[in-house]
């Protein structure tokens, strides 16, 4: 049997470097992991449009390593910022220990194509949060003012288990 390890804290696992206008990065330490394709990606949490509405923004830069054959934003690349942002955004709100949570499910639909070179986000509200779930939603956007669309979603988080002891 080893040794217990005590609980990571995600300033272990993740950079949380002040940027400008009120973003922070959010980006792994481990560069062998999925989320270093996607990076970097910055994270921000936004103003509420319904009062206690908690609300939050992904950033990524998409470049033609993102791109699919038609040399728009890949969906795959677009399913993966999605999954990040179920974590990143209630990480922001001190929600949930994101390296040790699971997306349950995740419900999308695509709405146009995204564009290469230009930052692709994706923004999300906490809908409800109970002791072990967490459910979202949100949109996958770019342009001035949110105006391109090119996903919306729902999903579902399960926090970790407590420690047993």
Known sequence: MGTAQPPLRESDNFTAEQLADGWVSWNLKDK???NAFLEPLMVRKEREQTPGM???RLRM??????????????????????????????????????GFSVTLDLQ??????????????????????TGRLIFLRGLVV????????????????????????
């Open 32 to 34: 062998e992991r999925f």
């Open 54 to 56: 908690r609300r939050g």
């Open 61 to 98: 830069h998409p470049t033609r390593k993102h791109s699919n054959l038609g040399h728009n934003v890949h969906g795959a690349v677009t399913l993966g910022l999605i999954d990040i942002s179920l974590f990143a955004i209630p990480g922001q709100y001190g929600a949930l220990g994101a």
């Open 108 to 129: 999308t639909q695509f709405i146009g194509a995204g564009r290469v070179d230009e930052p692709l986000d994706a923004l999300v509200e906490i809908v409800r949060e």
């Open 142 to 165: 770019q342009g001035p003012d949110d105006s391109h669309l090119v996903a919306s979603f729902t999903g579902t988080v399960r926090k970790p288990s407590l420690p047993r002891g």
